[in-house]
């Protein structure tokens, strides 16, 4: 048994069934609620039909945005100088990345004409944030379906508060990836979906 791969499961195997989960008994992959594509198993119900929905739980309209509108996924990460928010109260942690930023693949950025450093406005259904360009050739295109996305990467450190905000009247004038993330959660965990999502993105 010290073998077995699922050191955290007492029998040390993967289990793949249960009763008691909402999206149970045998879950299955849906596509994030905001995706550019159609699950090819079932295109009419992509996203998971439990998934929980803050804003319907609250009675309000849901906010989803459509690939037409919003053209890119995003995700939402942490950095390693960083620790959730907190740390931007930290000032040799802020010196080492002071200021939110996003990440924006080098082909991507050249067809917009974006170069690090500029100003550049990232939008979802949801909101907006105004922040510096970083061009990288970390996040290169994906091929989803048979189309090329692009994906854009947003650390999600920045708020309203901390030492750069307090020098930076117009640093903490959005929430950075909270502004843009939809409001939903894993249907058992309620696990809030950041990791894929719909954005547009504008050189300002």
């Known amino acids: 048994n010290a073998y077995l791969p699922f050191i955290m499961n007492g029998e040390g195997v993967g289990r793949l069934f249960s009763n008691g989960m909402v999206d149970g008994p045998f879950p299955e992959h849906y596509e994030p609620v905001e995706s550019p594509v159609a699950s090819p198993l079932h295109p009419n119900n992509s996203a998971s ?3 929980f929905l803050y804003d319907k739980a609250a009675g309000r309209p849901n906010r989803f945005g459509t690939p037409q509108e919003f053209p890119y996924i995003a995700t939402s990460y942490r950095l390693t100088e960083h620790e959730h928010y907190v740390t931007q ?7 080492l ?5 996003v990440e924006i693949p080098y082909e991507l950025a050249s067809q917009k ?4 450093g500029d100003q550049v406005r990232v939008s979802s259904k949801r909101g907006k944030v105004e922040v510096l360009a970083l061009v990288t ?3 290169g295109p994906m091929t989803v379906a048979g189309q090329k996305v692009y994906q854009i990467g947003i650390p999600i450190h920045w708020g309203y508060v901390g030492v750069s905000a307090d020098s930076d009247p117009s640093h903490g004038r959005y929430w950075l ?3 843009l993330t939809p409001f939903v959660g894993d249907a058992n ?3 809030p979906e950041f990791k894929a999502f719909l954005v547009n993105l504008e050189k300002m």
């Open 49 to 51: 039909p439990v998934a």
């Open 189 to 191: 965990a309620r696990t």
């Open 89 to 95: 109260h930290v000032p040799h942690l802020v010196q």
């Open 97 to 101: 990345q002071p200021k939110p930023f």
């Open 177 to 179: 990836a909270n502004a």
């Open 137 to 139: 050739k970390r996040l």
């Open 113 to 116: 004409g974006i170069k690090s």
